[in-house]
Nanobody, 122 residues
Framework: VQLVESGGGLVQAGGSLELSCGAS????????MGWFRQAPGKEREFVAA????????YYADSVKGRFTISRDNVKNTVYLQMNSLTPEDTAVYFC????????????????WGQGTQVTVSS
């Protein structure tokens, strides 16, 4: 499985960015695609997730109402629309694939992209 993120960059506080994650290499079944982030000196944290086959979306409280995860099953691509960005959103953002539908959509991801940097200036 190969996951490739794009769309990161530098944006001013209050601005928006859209991240993309293209997936290839195998059938993704009914699992989850997720977005995580890691800020300097901090542990990686869950941001958002969606099921490949439809159904629910899941968000961290810190991004709820500002970020939107969506997917295009034809293109095998997942997006993260990020609005009202703040400097606290500065981090490397990773997309990840969880094949199994068992358990929480916040954990259990086996495949990861290389990450894309998002920097929000104040």
């Amino acid at each position: 499985v190969q996951l490739v993120e794009s769309g990161g960059g530098l944006v001013q506080a209050g601005g928006s960015l859209e991240l993309s994650c293209g997936a290839s290499g195998r059938s993704f079944g009914n699992g989850y695609m997720g977005w995580f982030r890691q800020a300097p000196g901090k542990e990686r944290e869950f941001v958002a997730a969606t099921r490949w086959s439809g159904g629910g979306t899941y968000y961290a409280d810190s991004v709820k109402g500002r970020f939107t995860i969506s997917r295009d099953n034809v293109k095998n691509t997942v997006y993260l629309q990020m609005n009202s960005l703040t400097p606290e959103d500065t981090a490397v953002y990773f997309c990840a694939l969880k094949i199994s539908v068992l358990g929480s959509p916040l954990i259990g991801y086996a495949y990861w992209g290389q990450g894309t940097q998002v920097t929000v200036s104040s």
